[in-house]
């Protein structure tokens, strides 16, 4: 009795044969839902919400790239090309030209930075722009000429220098002494 058991136990939990494939895999065949957008298949992850289709029409000419991932372990080529793009230290951002070269070298890093392209929403800026620009974290380039106008610094400024200049404000030391006595006194 106890073999008859047994064999339909294992009977029972006897695995199919796996099938392993060789070769390439089809990218049409896995990712049946992909888009076509200027003759380049895109697949969107259903899973990720934000995700968005770029627009049809003319590519951006700048990307704004950022370094991610630390490049602790990672090979010496990818250590290079991100030190020839000026993306060695955590956190940074460089801009970069949308030419076949920078593509080559941000597709071998791909991994490891996030690439934004760069919008104009009110135009591109001419050379005496540049001083006034700024590049958003979404990658939008504006254009601020003026923040305030002037009686509104003077009055900042003026608002600024009465108040380090003013008797009642208080000092480090009192600050001290404010703070020492609610430590050892906190009811």
Not at 54 to 62: N, V
Not at 91 to 115: M, T
Request: proline letters at 6%; aromatic letters at 10%; glycine letters at 4%.
């Amino acid at each position: 009795m106890f073999k008859t058991v047994l064999t339909a136990f294992t009977g029972a939990c006897r695995q199919p044969a796996l099938v392993r494939n060789y070769g390439k895999h089809n990218k049409k065949f896995l990712y049946k839902d992909g888009v076509k957008i200027n003759n380049i298949y895109f697949y969107p992850n259903s899973e990720c919400s934000s995700h968005q289709l770029p627009e049809a029409g003319e590519p951006s000419k700048l990307f704004r790239v950022r370094r991610i991932k630390p490049v602790k372990g990672c090979p010496h080529w990818e250590k290079r090309i991100l030190r020839d793009l000026g993306l060695y230290e955590v956190n940074a951002v460089a801009v970069v030209k949308n030419i076949p070269e920078n593509n080559a070298r941000l597709w071998k890093v791909k991994h490891l930075v996030e690439v934004l392209p760069i919008t104009f929403p009110h135009g591109e800026p001419t050379a005496a722009d540049i001083d006034y620009t700024f590049l958003k974290e979404d990658g939008s380039c504006v254009v601020v000429k003026e923040l305030d106008t002037r009686t509104v610094r003077d009055k900042r400024l003026e608002a600024a220098v009465q108040f380090t200049q003013t008797e009642e404000r208080m000092d480090g030391e009192t600050l001290r002494k404010d703070s020492r006595l609610k430590w050892l006194n906190p009811w």
